[in-house]
């Protein structure tokens, strides 16, 4: 491997960005692609760098010939996160579906008495406020976050910092009268309809969920169809 490409691999990895290594077969020259670029020695044409970014989004490493060239793409994701802010009710059978499902998961909440470790073993848990939580943790394109307070003074600031990240999930728990508040509210902090059309509200799939145990299916379904369908 070129050293300059070797470099830039392990750089991606400690960042914890999502790279893709392409390697030509039969001459061994290789690329890195990322979700926004693409440097090494290889060229590779659109359609090469966009099944290399597929491969990432489907977090499967693939062999295939473009132009009858051998090629392998071998992905290297960061793990995927889960960043939930609320320890509610709702936050316990997310985090069983959520760590089933291959996630590392943190619980944001300031409030002391709801984010504990008898509530929730193992998971990593942060004090600080939703903002703060969030800047600190750095969100990347594998990370999903979800509000679930209900409480404008704890959700709001989170959102003001996932709207703006990479995350590749963003959804918030509330009716629809409940979103239309947050709506106005984020526009008068100045954000965009584009950036607010992000946010998947009411959270979840439309299950007719009602406890829960079944509103965290529904998120937890909703998130997967997500990261799937890109």
């Known amino acids: 491997m070129n050293p300059d490409t070797l470099k830039s691999l392990l750089a991606a990895r400690e960042a914890k960005k999502a790279v893709a290594l392409v390697s030509h077969l039969e001459t061994g020259v290789q690329a890195l692609v990322f979700t926004d670029r693409t440097e090494g020695d290889l060229l590779l044409d659109e359609d090469a760098t966009t099944a290399a970014r597929n491969a990432l989004r489907d977090d499967k490493s693939v062999r295939m010939r473009r132009d009858d060239v051998p090629l392998f793409v071998q992905v290297f994701n960061p793990p995927k996160r889960i960043i939930i802010v609320g320890a509610v009710h709702i936050a316990q059978p997310l985090v069983t579906l959520a760590q089933t499902s291959g996630y590392e998961v943190v619980i944001v909440d300031p409030r002391g008495a709801f984010a504990t470790r ?7 848990l942060s004090e600080d406020w939703p903002d703060e939580a969030l800047t600190a943790l750095g969100i990347n394109n594998r990370a999903a976050v ?8 704890l959700d709001d600031p989170a959102l003001h910092v996932a709207l703006r990240s990479d995350a590749f999930y963003v959804g918030s728990l509330g009716s629809k009268r409940t979103h239309a508040g947050r709506i106005e509210r984020l526009k008068e902090a100045g954000f965009s309809d584009a950036e607010i059309a992000q946010i998947h509200a009411p959270v979840g799939l439309a299950i007719n ?11 937890m379904a909703q998130i997967t169809q997500v990261l799937h369908d890109g």
């Open 118 to 124: 008898d509530r929730f073993p193992g998971v990593t």
């Open 209 to 219: 969920a009602k406890s829960p145990a079944e509103i965290a299916i529904s998120i």
């Open 146 to 153: 979800v509000t679930l307070t209900h409480d404008p003074k």
